[in-house]
């Protein structure tokens, strides 16, 4: 069967290729990729190339497919795996392997390390060490969409599992966040940012009691403001609080005000800025836990930290990169509730607009870009549909607006039938 795939070559060398998959062995599956999300880890390992850890050194001779905030649906089992899989099952895909099997080791994943397989796509090969290590995942909702975050949710969710607390006295982590804690999200109106906002909201089993958010943009700030409620937070026992610190002359101070003077019990950074881990390292309380969430672009990124405050309030640090299976099911568990991620996103577009939108990802405002890999469409924000003077666009413009502005199935539903119309 032949695929379009949007390649990597070679650092910043990404092409947009047709060619024909080989046919399936008895331990794979052929897959019909419908849905994928353009994450800023694909620019970083488009920009670095064969120096990602995850990028193999031969991509010159043998590129590897990019996208790994898949979703789609199956077409073909092979014999090892029809008990548990059947054509027209739809999917979502745990890129995190963890096989040290694969063409980058421990560190290979669908999106980075394989030519087959990979969100980019309309066509992949899942190989066997996907199933293997219960990386392909059954999903049921109506859209694809969901799936396709459910991966950088997972992210997010096991960035608040990896969090961990102390006693004094005992030589014991307790990991997760403070149950009715105090927690401030800094830089945190992007799109994992508005992730761990929603999630924070609608966990189950523990929550915080305060949750300040902070950024610099107010245009941002109002847009996660109308999406995640201070009234729905209210509903919840959480006291939610955005705060633009960008437009106060003493950020930690107000932050240290708002939490009442003590500081706060989880403190997330969501941008691998020096000043903004400073200020999060400032604002912890006793025994807090700053989760330096963002990935720096660069490995000589460095920013101050108190070891006073290490010493004498233990006071800690932590970071995560990514979820494990686990987070993956629990996103597709909250998904499953209610939760809709369509927040996250701000635009849309086909296949044929990768390419240019990976390479220029951080020029490009807004949230996440939600990629239908049949359909050829330019990337186009949500809130210009209507500008566009095309009919497709005209309905999809109509039934955003329906939605509070915001992507829905209703909207894929009709872009897919309506593809061939753009």
């Known amino acids: 069967m032949k695929t379009k795939a949007v390649r990597l070559y070679g650092e910043n060398d990404l092409r947009l290729d047709e060619f024909e998959l080989p046919q399936i ?19 970083k390992a488009v920009h670095q190339g064969t120096a990602h850890k995850r990028v193999p050194a031969d991509v010159a001779t043998n590129p590897t497919i990019v996208g790994h905030e898949f979703s789609g649906e199956i077409l073909e089992v092979g014999a090892k795996w029809k008990d548990q899989f059947k054509p027209g099952d739809k999917f979502s895909i745990q890129p995190a392997l963890n096989y040290a099997g694969g063409p980058k080791g421990i560190y290979s994943a669908p999106g980075y390390s394989y030519p087959f397989i990979g969100g980019d796509a309309t066509y992949i090969v899942i190989p066997n060490e996907v199933m293997e290590h219960g990386c392909l995942l059954p999903y049921k909702g109506e859209a694809f969409y969901p799936a396709s975050l459910s991966e950088p949710l ?6 608040m599992h990896a969090n961990y607390h102390t006693t004094p006295g005992k030589y014991v982590h307790s990991m997760e966040i403070k149950d009715g804690g105090k927690m401030a999200l800094l830089a945190s109106v992007g799109p994992m940012g508005l992730a761990a906002i929603s999630y924070a909201l609608h966990r189950e089993d523990r929550r915080p009691s305060l949750m300040v958010v902070t950024d610099i943009n107010q245009e941002r700030l109002d847009r996660a403001a109308s999406l995640y409620t201070v009234e729905f937070a209210a509903s919840r026992g959480i006291t939610l609080k955005y705060v633009n610190t960008g437009t106060c002359d003493d950020p930690v101070a107000l932050l240290r005000e708002i939490s009442g003077g003590t500081g706060y019990d989880d403190v997330f950074c969501f941008a691998p800025v020096a000043p903004v881990v400073e200020q999060a390292d400032d604002i912890l309380a006793f025994d807090g836990c700053l989760n330096f969430f963002a990935g720096p672009g660069k490995s000589p990124f460095k920013a101050p930290f108190n070891f006073y405050n290490v010493h004498y309030n233990s006071t800690h640090v932590v970071g995560t990169s990514g979820g494990n299976t686990d987070d993956m099911k629990e996103a597709l568990h909250y998904m499953g509730l209610g939760m809709d991620p369509a927040g996250l996103i701000t635009h849309i577009g086909g296949l044929n607009a990768v390419v240019e939108t990976t390479l220029n990802l951080p020029n490009i405002p807004g949230g996440k870009k939600m990629i239908y890999t049949h359909v050829t469409m330019p990337l186009t924000a949500i809130a210009d549909f209507g500008k566009v003077g095309k009919p497709v666009y005209d309905e999809l413009d ?3 607006k329906a939605h509070n502005g915001l992507w829905n199935a209703e909207a894929e539903k009709y872009l897919l039938a309506h593809a061939d119309e753009l």
Request: hydrophobic share 45%; glycine share 4%.
């Open 25 to 43: 062995k008895e331990d794979e599956i052929l897959a019909k990729v419908v849905s994928d999300s353009i994450c800023m880890s694909t620019f």
């Open 154 to 159: 997972s992210c997010v969710i096991g960035a």
């Open 398 to 400: 109509r039934l955003c």
